[in-house]
């Protein structure tokens, strides 16, 4: 129930930011690994966080 566990989100706008969010900290994290090991790769990461940014990935699309 999440009456009782506050850390949840309430609403669908608070899921689709908090997915967003995780999307956006994922691809980062994705750029840096591929900055430091296979920099010719860093076009794919670097999409992901063009599309979170301008909302070109819809959350369903998962």
């Known amino acids: 129930n999440s009456e009782k566990a506050e850390f949840l989100p309430k609403t669908s ?3 689709e930011f908090l ?3 995780y999307m ?3 691809a980062i994290y994705e750029l840096n ?3 430091n090991n296979r920099p ?3 076009i794919i990461p670097a999409k ?5 940014m301008t ?3 819809e959350i369903t699309q998962i």
């Open 13 to 15: 706008d608070e899921t």
């Open 19 to 21: 997915l967003s969010f």
């Open 24 to 26: 956006l900290e994922k």
């Open 33 to 35: 690994y591929e900055l």
């Open 40 to 42: 010719g790769w860093i």
């Open 48 to 52: 992901g966080i063009w599309q979170i």
């Open 55 to 57: 909302k070109k990935v």
